[in-house]
Nanobody, 125 residues
Framework: QVQLVESGGGLVQPGTSLRLSCAAS????????MDWFRQAPGKEREFVAT????????IYADGVKGRFHISRDNAKNTVYLQMNSLKPDDTAVYYC??????????????????WGTGTLVTVSS
């Protein structure tokens, strides 16, 4: 069974950092682009970042570019999201997703093949 399990969320103060992890199992991890999405309370799910299967290319949403960094370790079947200079507007449930095609499409599933169940990040004083 395919599983994507996020971890690392929590309550943090503005200006601090968190690193989220997503551990994958049950799929050929090295063949999938990996993505992060987030959904704030009362809002639609939105794209955050993607990394190609090899890790050679990345794309970020404008609102997180320069603050967030996506990476992956194919030997560990894990994708990471380093989140720096966190803002209250970053508060959301963060989801990782796997995409064999490697192309982000439209909502609601954005062309992803598998989704994790999410980890909550709350940025507040």
């Amino acid at each position: 069974q395919v599983q994507l399990v996020e971890s690392g969320g929590g309550l943090v103060q503005p200006g601090t950092s968190l690193r989220l992890s997503c551990a994958a199992s049950g799929l050929a991890f090295r063949n999938y682009a990996m993505d992060w999405f987030r959904q704030a309370p009362g809002k639609e799910r939105e794209f955050v970042a993607t990394i190609s299967a090899s890790g050679s290319s990345t794309i970020y949403a404008d609102g997180v570019k320069g603050r967030f960094h996506i990476s992956r370790d194919n030997a560990k079947n894990t994708v990471y999201l380093q989140m720096n200079s966190l803002k209250p507007d970053d508060t959301a449930v963060y989801y990782c997703a796997a995409d064999l095609q490697g192309v982000v499409e439209g909502p609601p599933d954005f062309g992803m093949d598998y989704w994790g169940t999410g980890t909550l990040v709350t940025v507040s004083s």
